[in-house]
T-cell receptor, first 113, second 113 residues
């Protein structure tokens, strides 16, 4: 079985400050990990993924995420938040031996000017 | 536009009626996924195909739900004898499988009266 937890329903940050959106996961094997973003009235868009290799992965719009195997976490980060980053963010996990992905319930990020 | 498309975008139906949704994936993608999303929740896996083969179906999916991908291209999701609890956004995604990300369509919003 696989699962994802996004412990924060909402994250609020000021523009220009660093942001972190948390994600922890559980899989029986090795994970593929993904972050997706959903803007209002738009479909989900892929941000970044961890497959193997470097624990720090970089993605679109200046976002990055760090894979931590011992803590089973894959937190999304950005050094300097923009108002336009305000959206709903989803973490997803897929066991490397599985076909389906499991999504978290999402975290609403609000960046205030 | 070469993205994933879904039709219709909105569907209002009366309880007990059957509905069918269509998804056209990105042409070179061999995997196609169906999810259901309700307010405040992440996408919930329903089923997925590799080419024309349906490889996995969620145990949460009742026998009223059926999906096909007859030629390994577009897919249809049918819900028979709709219930009010079926009201949700139905999302389709396509991808290349393994560690590759999924590309989501805009979704079909179903309202069952």
């Amino acid at each position: 079985a696989q699962s994802v937890a996004q412990p924060e329903d909402q994250v609020n940050v000021a523009e220009g400050n660093p942001l972190t959106v948390k994600c922890t996961y559980s899989v029986s094997g090795n994970p593929y990990l993904f972050w997706y973003v959903q803007y209002p009235n738009r479909g989900l868009q892929f941000l970044l993924k961890y497959i193997t290799g470097d624990n720090l992965v970089k993605g679109s719009y200046g976002f990055e995420a760090e894979f931590n195997k011992s803590q089973t976490s894959f937190h999304l980060k950005k050094p300097s938040a923009l108002v336009s980053d305000s959206a709903l963010y989803f973490c997803a996990v897929r066991d490397t031996n599985a076909g389906k992905s499991t999504f978290g319930d999402g975290t609403t990020l609000t960046v205030k000017p | 536009d070469t993205g994933v498309s879904q039709d219709p975008r909105h569907k209002i139906t009366k309880r007990g009626q059957n509905v069918t949704f269509r998804c056209d994936p990105i042409s070179e993608h061999n995997r196609l996924y169906w999810y259901r999303q309700t307010l405040g929740q992440g996408p919930e896996f329903l089923t997925y195909f590799q080419n024309e083969a349906q490889l996995e179906k969620s145990r949460l999916l009742s026998d009223r739900f059926s999906a096909e991908r007859p030629k390994g291209s577009f897919s249809t999701l049918e819900i028979q004898r709709t219930e009010q609890g079926d009201s949700a956004m139905y999302l389709c995604a396509s991808g290349r499988g393994d560690g590759n990300e999924q590309f989501f369509g805009p979704g079909t919003r179903l309202t069952v009266l």
